[in-house]
């Protein structure tokens, strides 16, 4: 059976139609900031908004008649297209204000957005309208529990091919509804992650953001996204309260969000009772303590530390110490890509590498707006090690992988474990791609790990206090397909690039 194009035709105007919304939303603030400070941004956001609004409504109309019935190939190529097509449109406010020279840029800070990819090719962030800023800060919101599952909260004429894009689209170890039909559990997890960001915005501007600095910081944070107003991004504010808020917001937005809904509604022992969960809150806290202890370490035992190294990590009391580390370890784990006033793990010494890189491997939960591989996965494998060592020792011991205290398939595990190879041929892959294009090897290793994690800074080169300016566009192209690849966890973009998927059937 070929491909329902009508359909995917008729779903994809809907889809910029509503892109094209958000852009007028963000044309309203440069309008706004026009009158206050003689911005003129609001031209092209607004121009771009009715552009891909003509656009939508051509393809819309193009795919009116359409069948109702979808398979899962295409909602595989609808959700892998989406951030394609998006990050193409919303990459043109940004060469037509001058944000960013080149089309590589623009696409790169484009596709950064929408996959929550916290890195930059801005150089001088202050000096951008805030139409812009707010427009970059957006595009994280709006990727952060997905755009396509957004538009089944808003558009439920998708009808049956809902499933298909639904379960494209939170390609984790599985999809808990929340509600019978798919549209009802996106509405529930989208108002969750509104009601949050409402909250974090709230606390923010409480502890001294102004409020359009609020609105943009909670946006970001909430989808792990980590953009900012500032190049200096939370530190400029040197403000632990706000560190202390950006901390606890991470923490939550790297939680399976369906377990929020169970909490809301009582069910806490299904809260509770989340092995992903503990084995989460454990990662937090193991690595904390690890970089205190390295921090601390760094200070009294390196002969070879400099004076820079030593300021770089903060005052040296235990407060500073445990808010710098903890700050650390989220603010990589949960794909955040924020700074802090003493964030600078390339200056703090090549023994935070490791762990760093770790942090973006792993990421946070499933379901939430964290990168990486997830914890849950991650568990599976250590446990799948476990009982391979058990039945070699003895082979008629019946043992199995549980989680939750349920036995998981055998299907279940081959696919996580397949999906960990495919991972690691990619990022070996990737890394002497890389390597190349010129980057140097620590830098490769980074921006690898970074763009498949969703992470934003890396190593070397591009580490946090870096922007991705400098590096060749033939790697800006590259790495945002790898920021693609990442944020929709391999599969759903991978299977795009294999004969079968093409074949009619």
């Known amino acids: 059976m070929s491909l329902n194009w ?85 990459m043109v406010p940004y060469l037509l204000t001058g944000t960013c020279q080149t089309a590589a840029d623009a696409f790169l800070e484009t596709m950064a957005g929408f996959t929550t990819t916290g890195c930059t090719t801005i150089l001088d962030i202050e000096a951008q309208p805030h139409g812009i800023l707010f427009w970059r800060a957006l595009t994280q919101w709006l990727g952060g529990l997905g755009i396509v599952v957004f538009s089944l909260a808003l558009l439920p004429m998708i009808g049956t091919g809902a499933t298909q894009i639904f379960g494209a689209e939170t390609n984790g170890l599985s999809v808990d509804k929340l509600r019978p039909k798919v549209q009802q ?45 500032h190049s200096s991004s939370i530190g400029y504010y040197h403000s632990p309260l706000i560190e202390y808020i950006c ?51 760094t200070r009294i035992w390196s002969d070879s530390a ?31 890509g924020f700074q802090s006033e003493y964030f600078d793990y390339v200056k703090w010494g090549a023994v935070f590498w490791l762990p760093t890189l770790l942090l973006m491997v792993s990421g946070g939960c499933v379901s939430s707006t964290a990168g990486g591989l997830k914890v849950v996965r991650m568990v599976v494998l250590v446990k799948n090690a476990r009982k391979e060592i058990l039945q070699a020792l003895d082979p008629r011991a019946f043992t199995s ?9 055998s299907s279940v595990v081959y696919k996580i ?43 070397g080169d591009l580490g946090p206090a870096f922007t991705w300016f400098d590096i060749p566009s033939a790697a800006k192209w590259y790495l945002s ?15 795009l690039f294999t004969p079968m998927f093409w074949k009619n059937k």
């Open 185 to 229: 559990t996106a509405r529930r997890l989208w108002g969750i992650y509104l009601m949050l960001t409402i909250v974090n915005a709230a606390l923010y501007y409480w502890a001294g953001m102004s409020v359009f600095d609020a609105v943009c910081h909670a946006f970001s944070t909430m989808a792990s996204g980590g953009s900012s107003t």
């Open 481 to 495: 397909l790898c920021m693609l690849i990442g944020r929709l966890e391999i599969f759903t973009v991978v299977l």
């Open 306 to 336: 400099t004076a820079d190294q030593i300021a770089s990590l903060g005052d040296g009391s235990f407060e500073c110490t445990l808010r710098t580390s903890l700050f650390h370890t989220l603010t990589i784990v949960s794909s955040g």
């Open 401 to 409: 992988v549980r989680l939750n205290g349920h036995i998981l398939s």
């Open 417 to 459: 474990l397949a999906m960990i190879s495919i991972y690691l041929i990619l990022v070996f892959f990737s890394v002497f791609l890389l390597q190349c294009l010129g980057l140097s090897f620590d830098t490769s290793i980074g921006a690898a790990v970074s763009a498949f994690g969703n992470t934003g800074p890396a190593m």
């Open 6 to 90: 009508s359909l995917i035709r008729y779903i994809f105007g809907l889809l910029l139609i509503m892109e094209s919304f958000f852009m007028m939303m963000s044309a309203g603030v440069g309008l706004y900031y026009h009158f206050e400070l003689g911005e003129t941004d609001w031209v092209a956001l607004g121009s771009c908004g009715l552009a891909v609004a003509l656009i939508g409504g051509l393809l819309l109309f193009s795919g009116y008649r359409h069948s109702r019935q979808m398979q899962a190939r295409e909602g595989f190529l609808i959700v892998s297209l989406t951030w394609v097509l998006f990050s193409v449109f919303g």
């Open 247 to 297: 901390i606890v917001f991470l923490f939550i937005t790297s939680i399976n969000y369906n377990l929020f809904y169970f909490f809301g509604i009582g069910r806490f022992r299904l809260f509770w009772k989340n092995e992903e969960l503990r084995w989460f809150c454990g990662i937090v806290v193991g690595f904390t303590a690890l970089f205190m202890g390295l921090n601390y370490a």
